[in-house]
Structures are given as C-alpha cells and as structure tokens.
C-alpha cells in the first residue's frame, strides 16, 4: 500500500479497493435493472401470452433471458475493458501501448471463430424461413377464406331476415300501438328490431335477450336519411353486430325499420383462435432464431471477452508497477512528496522491480525532508517579515499621528511621503503611489525657503538647516518651524533629506502672553507704589483745607481739583488691578461639573444688569455631559464674553448664549454671539493677545483671560463672524 508524507502507509490503495467495490455494486445493480426490464418485457409481448402451452412459455423466458443476461454481462466486460483502455491512452501512462498491442493480437487470434458463428447464425436464418414459411402462409390463406365466407353468409341471412319482418310490419305509426305489433311475427334470430319515425325517434322495438339492448345505440342521423336504407358493422363487448336499416315501403309517415344482428360468438371466435394459432407460429418462430442466435453471440463475445481478459492479465504484469511508479511520480511532481509505494501491490512482476521501487521510495523520502527544511525556513523568514512590516506600519502610524509636519524627500527632490500634518501645514496632498516633486507641489515661497535649506545643508550637512516660515490658513497667520535632516546609508551615500514642520503660533502666542504678564506686572508695580500716597495726600488736603478756602471760587478750585486726582488715582488702581489679575491667573482646579448648570446660575446676574434694549437668550443643549472644568474661572469666561457682547451693542439686540455637545468627535461647545458692530478686520488675527481690544478706554485683556482659561481646559478659542451682523465667540471643550 503507498504511504503518506510521513512515510507511512497511505489511503491510496483503499481508495481504489473501494472506488472497484462501488463499481461493482452499481453493475450489479444495473445489471438486476436490465432482467426487471426483460421480465417486464417479455410479459408485455405479445407472443409471449399466446404461446400454447405455460411449459412452452417458461423454457422461452428462461432460455431468452439467460441468454440476454449473460449478452449483457459479457458485452459490458468488454466495453468496460475497451473505455478504460481507450482511457488510459489518453493518459501519459508507461505501458499503455504494451496493453493495447497484446489486446489486439489476442483478439486477432479470436476472429476465426467470429467468423465461424457468424456463418452458423446464417445457416440457422435459412433453415427457419424455409421450415415455417409454406406451412404458415396456407394456414394464413385458409383461415382467411373461411372469414370472408362466414361474413357473406351473415350478410345473406341478415337482410333475408328483413325482408321477412318488412311483411309484418305496420305501415302507419298507431299500428305500433298495439303490443302485437308484428302481426303474429315470432323472430328466430339473436338480434332486435327497431321502427324510427322521420326525424329519428324510436317508437316501437323488439329484443332477444339483454346483451343486444345494451350493443344497441341509436344510429346517426345521416344513415336514417338514406333512401335506399344503410348496413354497417360494430363491435360491442367483443363480438360483432350487423345493422341494416330500411325504409317501410307504403309507409306515407316514412318510417324505417332496423334489423340488429349478433351472430352466435362459438363459430367466430373458434375461426380466431385457430388463426391467432397459426399466427403465433411466427413469433415461436423468430424467438427461437433469436434465441439461437443469442447464444452463438454470447459464445462470439465470451471468446473475445477471454481473449481481451487474458491480454490484460498479461500486460498487468508490466504495466501495473509502471503505473503505480508514473503514477506516484505526478503526486510527487503535484507537491505531494514523501508518497510510498508499495511493492506488495505490483503484482506477479513484483521482484522485477523491487529494487526501483525501493530507490522511488528513498527519493520521496528525501525530497520531504528537504521541503520540510525549506518550509521551516521559510516560516522564519515570514516571521521576520510579519514583525518587520508590523514596525513599519507602527512607525508609519507614529508617523502619521504626531503633531509634527514630516516630509521626506529622495535625492532628486521627489515627495516619498508626506504626514497628516505636513499636508494640513502646507495645505497641499500626496495621493499613494504618487511621485511629484516638491516643486510641483508646494507654493513657491515653501519652495525657496527649501532650495535654500538644501543647499545650507549641502555645505554643511553635520548640522541641520532650520527657517521660520509663516503661512495664511483661512485669512490668519500660522508660525512655523522648519528643520531639514540629511539621510545616508551605511556607505555615507545620501538617500535624501527629511523636512520637520512644528507649528508654532501657540507656543509664540504664550510666550507673548508671559511676556506681557511680566511687563504687567512691572507696570502695576511701578505705578502702585506711587498712587498710595497721591491719593491719600489729596484726601488729606481736601479734608484740611476746604473748610478753610476762602470764597467760592477758591473752594471750588480746591473740590474740583482734589477730586480729579481721587477719581484719577481710583481709575488708574483699577487699571493696575486689572494688569494684576492678568499678571497672577489663578491655576486652574477642575473637578468633575456641568457646563449648563454654571450657565445657569450666571444668568440671573445679568437679568436686571444689562440695558434694558439688549436681551440675554440661552439655547442650552440637553445632552450635554459632565466633565472636568473650573467653575469660577469659567463663569468669569462668561462674564467677559457677555460683558463685551453688551458693549458691542449700540442700539439694542440680543446676546445669545448656545452649548451642544457632538458625540462623533466628542467635543463641548459654548458660544456666546451677539448682533452688534463685530469686529474690525485689522484686529482678528491678534485678538486674543494681551493689549488688543475694540473699546475706548479698554485695557485689551478680557479676551486674553478668556483664552488663557479655555487653553487651561485643554481647550480652544475661536472666533467668526456672525451673518449679517455681529460676533460668535466659540469655546471648545475635548473630552477625554
């Protein structure tokens, strides 16, 4: 038996043992079929019913379908041996030829015989036409006479019969009244008479017995309207019924009479079986020259059968190891290596070719050994390559989501890759697969400043080149760092360069904000120190002299004066308490709040503390969920957006306050909007700086505040313009 991969024994010898099982069991099963269908067959024939005697019948059956049975086994032996040989030459199998050449030369050998059978099926062709013809033609021929002269003589005596019963007969219809209606007429005859009017209407009949009421029908129209009458015949329950129909003669009611006729059935159907007898001699006849000729066939095709059997037989012997070595061979050649064969199964041949049976063995052997090497390595190698590809795609990911610009360039100047962020910064995209260079892409002052950090990096390619660029994103000025890095392989050789884009407007935009803190801080102290005592030394004079100033005039100098230094010196500590507050923001402690609820405990304030032509709205969204925030320092967020909505206002309107909450992104929003004279243009793109303010007198640091606590809640400031009037302050809350 062959063997599996692992050497040891294989399914492949079972598979054929039971692949020629089921063959077996569908042929016989084919086989039962086609003797039903004979049986069937021969039941159904009809000579078979008509044979004289049961003895006769059960030697043919038994004889025809032996004979049938084994012409079928032997014609499917040798159609069975022929395809798998016309099969097999279709296959590029080793010693096919050989097989066919021993098949022909044997059945070659079995021709003669072929020969003498066929002969011998001619000779008993002869002999059977030549034996039974003149006997069963005169049967035939006497038979028929005796037919055709029974025929005339009913003909004869039916319409003599007529005759008679037309003398008996009424000429008018009331003459068929009476119960005699025919005259003292007694019929002899196995038959009826019936008496129709004009238009077909029965009037008066006689029968025999009941079989002729029920053989009798009423004749058609067409055969009542003759003028000389009609016969015809019939078949009614097997037996034969003569009708003649004639007129009345005298009758002025055109009446006409029938006369139905059932001949006695013992002399007919004598007649018909002695013909039917002489009739089935040709089916005994020709089922006994089949029947020989049958067995001559099979023993013509059991001779080639052996003939065919005996030449295989032959030919296994050298064919069958080739077989199984050819093969075993395609599996190997299929990647089914290790495959065994067995030299048990090689047949009589089997010491022949034992020893090449044993060097196919040893070199499947071999050959899984080394697929199992090389698979082994081959998994090693997928190993490495699976972790190597995860690096990069963690790289790539890295890469991909770090919120620094990277660019890579190759040496002639080509795009290679480009972040979400770079593309964001540059605002420009490079499609996968795509091969540009940075020329084509990038604006031309992106381009300058990278031919000119090139080149700084061609001289020096130890230190890498920086530049300070500053782009336009949606009409407001964005700070960016540029750093370029040269790339070289473990040979020095230069793989291109890689370009570092960090946006800087935040971090310059704090770095302005501390830097103002600090010169607030200075100025407050500096102008602190001073006003203390100017203004405690102008209530002093104003408290000792005006009681002392001499007239009206020289009080009044004396009030106005020394209450514009109080009112200026409150004005200016007012002042330097705001550039306090910037200077010294409290840091932020969130905990765990709703926004809405804040919102709504500020409202109330500005119910009756704002002009009354300027109304306050909220449109608070419901979902909007708890999440960490300060509330004093976003309520005094509030105040100052609803401070400088209000002032913004001239000749009433409304301020609205607007929170929602996206679920997708994950985002709080508070907006606080009004429809008053909005913002200049010159301003928007510094107004969240320390000193940048719209209002006369103002100190240009409530936004500023307002920033700096949005930007302690991890958020952003935004600010747009409202359509067709006004501002929209938005305040952007990422949760976690």
Same mark, same amino acid.
């Given at each position: ?19 020629? @099982? ?195 029908? /009423? /004749? ?56 039917? *007898? ?21 023993? $013509? ?10 030449? @295989? ?6 064919? $069958? ?180 884009? *960090? ?28 006003? $203390? ?44 308490? +705001? ?10 402690? /969130? ?5 809405? *609820? ?25 979902? @909007? ?29 409304? @301020? ?14 508070? +907006? ?65």
């Amino acid at each position: 038996m062959p063997a599996n991969s692992d050497g040891q024994p294989g399914v492949r010898s079972a598979d054929r043992r039971q692949i020629k @099982i089921r063959n077996r069991i569908v042929s016989i099963v084919v086989l039962l079929l086609v003797i039903l269908l004979l049986v069937s067959f021969l039941f159904n024939y009809p000579g078979f019913h008509n044979w004289e005697t049961i003895d006769t019948n059960l030697s043919m059956f038994v004889a025809v379908n032996v004979n049938i049975v084994l012409l079928t086994t032997v014609f499917y032996m040798i159609l069975r041996n022929l395809f798998k040989l016309v099969y097999e030459r279709k296959r590029p199998l080793a010693g096919v030829g050989l097989k066919t050449k021993l098949i022909i030369a044997f059945v070659a050998l079995s021709l003669p015989s072929t020969a003498f059978h066929l002969m011998a099926s001619g000779f008993m062709g002869f002999l059977f036409e030549n034996l039974f013809q003149g006997e069963h033609q005169q049967a035939l021929e006497s038979s028929r006479v005796i037919l055709d002269h029974m025929d005339v003589r009913e003909d004869r005596l039916l319409r003599l019969t007529a005759e008679k019963v037309l003398g008996h007969l009424p000429k008018e219809p009331k003459g068929y009244l009476r119960a005699d209606w025919l005259r003292g007429y007694n019929p002899s005859f196995s038959g009826g008479i019936f008496v129709y009017e004009a238009g077909g209407t029965l009037i008066a009949e006689w029968i025999s017995d009941a079989e002729v009421k029920e053989a009798w029908q /009423p /004749p058609p129209r067409h055969f009542l309207a003759a003028r000389d009458g009609f016969y015809w015949k019939e078949v009614s329950n097997s037996r034969q019924v003569r009708r003649l129909l004639l007129p009345v003669t005298g009758s002025k009611a055109q009446l006409r009479f029938e006369v139905l006729d059932m001949p006695p059935p013992e002399l007919t159907r004598a007649v018909q079986i002695l013909a039917q *007898k002489q009739l089935n001699k040709p089916f005994i006849t020709r089922d006994l020259y089949w029947l020989v000729i049958s067995v001559l066939v099979a023993m $013509t095709l059991l001779i080639i059968f052996a003939a065919t059997w005996i030449a @295989i037989y032959l030919a296994r012997g050298f064919v $069958t190891p080739v077989e199984q070595l050819a093969a075993a061979t395609q599996r190997v050649s299929h990647g089914e290596l290790g495959v065994q064969v067995d030299s048990a199964t090689l047949g009589p041949m089997e010491g022949d070719f034992r020893g090449l049976v044993q060097a196919f063995n040893l070199m499947s052997r071999q050959l899984r050994d080394q697929q199992q090497q090389v698979v082994a390595t081959a998994e090693d190698l997928r190993r490495s390559h699976v972790k190597l590809g995860e690096r990069n795609r963690l790289v790539e990911l890295l890469l991909e989501n770090v919120d620094a610009g990277i660019l890579s360039l190759d040496p002639q100047g080509i795009v290679t890759s480009m972040n979400r962020a770079a593309k964001r910064l540059l605002q420009t995209r490079v499609e996968p697969g795509q091969q540009r260079h940075y020329r084509m892409l990038l604006g031309r002052d992106v381009t300058l400043l990278l031919d000119d950090m090139m080149e700084r990096l061609r001289l020096d390619g130890r230190q890498p080149a920086t530049q300070n660029l500053t782009l336009i994103q949606n009409r407001k000025p964005v700070h960016v760092e540029m750093a370029m890095l040269g790339l070289e392989n473990a040979e020095g050789a230069s793989e291109g360069v890689v370009v570092v884009l *960090k946006d800087v407007t935040a971090i310059q935009r704090t770095q302005r904000a501390q830097a103002w803190r600090e010169v607030a801080r200075r100025i407050a102290h500096e102008i602190k120190n001073p006003l $203390t005592p100017i203004q405690l030394s102008a209530q002093r004079i104003r408290r000792r002299y005006l009681s002392a100033a001499g007239g009206d005039d020289g009080l009044d100098v004396l009030d106005q004066c020394t209450q514009t230094i109080i009112n200026e010196v409150s004005s200016l500590k007012k002042m330097v308490n +705001e550039f306090s507050q910037f200077a010294k923001l409290p840091e932020s402690q /969130p905990v765990p709040d709703n926004l809405n *609820k804040v919102i709504l405990e500020l409202a109330p304030l500005y119910e009756n503390g704002l002009p009354e032509q300027i109304r306050l709205e909220l449109d608070l969204g419901e979902d @909007i969920p708890d999440f960490p925030l300060d509330r004093e320092q976003i309520k005094r967020a509030f105040t100052n957006l609803v401070d400088n909505a209000a002032a913004a206002i001239e000749d009433g309107g409304t @301020i609205l306050v607007h929170t929602a909450y996206d679920p997708d992104t994950r985002l709080v929003t508070a +907006e606080v909007s009004d429809d008053g004279t909005g913002v200049p243009d010159h301003i928007r793109t510094r107004l969240f700086e320390p000193y940048t303010s719209t209002k006369e007198g103002g100190t240009g640091l409530g936004l500023s505040i307002v920033n700096q606590i949005v930007s302690d809640h991890n958020g952003f400031m935004r600010y747009s313009e409202r359509k067709p009037s006004g501002s929209r302050f938005s305040m952007e809350f990422p949760l976690k």
